[in-house]
């Protein structure tokens, strides 16, 4: 099922080459506006702009349906279609299964039924829907001063500075947010688009990985076990197409550590409880301990890649070889961070408010 939340509660809808995508947002507090240019930029943000994506271009021009009138939330479902425009549909033939795709999974799960075309319900393009479902959570939890942010920690084998390397303000969480291409260090970015049109020009594809920062969320939130803040995060994380893993505060690399060096140590500051450092990302038992919540997120090499490939036709059940047409990223990670940004503001407010309700918003 293609839906999610407990208190705000959302549908996701549609296919890459159908008449439109959209999304449904249930239990939404009556009386909010929503902050349009805030979401026109998201969208404008996560939209190909140069050769370091695809030639699709989708202008997003979203119409609210329902739950939204006077320019206020109803209380009731809002509803948001987003029409698709620029699509080619001859592009896609529905016997050859391209290899790192959802062709053959959805043939299995669908009886042959579904939408093959561009990927159908499985594509990126759902991605859409989301960001603006970012765009309205942010707004939300700027009441609460809390800010998510991201960088592009790598691309390949190129790496930007860590967020865990410099002292972290909100000027420069807020300045990430501004950028259609977020990076720390801004020597790095001039790296990671030669890296992309390299394999652009060799008809291949790169990943990389992002790094987030949830900051200013006080402790409390969150539930221990199954309803957790990494459990939360996770399973959003893991809906957005191309994520590969997931790794929270120090990751993986604490298992190189001893105990004494991986746990934070507790202090007082200003007459605040908090650690000398943040190895566990801000989340201690599943709840947050008042410091920055960090994780950062893999995104693989996009699928779609014009190399030759191995594969097979579903319908002769025959091995055949794949050169791919058509319009497609030579890498997503740049566009696919705004969207990891996106999913992670509903995730937090989700978290706050199955612990607050929805009484303080407006």
Known sequence: MSSFGQVIHINLFGESHGESIGLVINNLPAGLTLDKKRIEHALFKRRPKSNLSTARQEKDPYKIVSGYFNDKTTGTPLTILIPNEDTRSRDYTPEILRPSHADFTAKVKYNDSNDYRGGGHFSGRLTTPIVILGAICESILEEKGIIVSSHIAS??????????????????????????????????????????????????????????????????????FFDSVESILAHLLFSVPAVKGVEFGKGFAITKLFGSEANDSFILENGQIKTSSNNSGGIQGGISNGMPITFKVAIKPTASIAKPQKTVNIETMEETTLELKGRHDPAIVHRVIHVINAITNYAVLELILRTEGTKWIG
């Open 155 to 224: 691309i390949k084998d190129i790496s930007d500075t860590s967020f865990a390397d410099i002292d972290i303000t909100e000027d420069i969480l807020k300045k990430l947010n501004l950028s259609d291409f977020p990076v720390v260090n801004s020597t790095v970015k001039a790296k990671y688009e030669a890296q992309i049109l390299d394999a652009k020009h060799n008809l291949d594809s790169v990943g990389g990985t992002i790094e987030t920062m949830i900051h200013g969320i006080p402790a409390g939130y969150g539930y221990p």
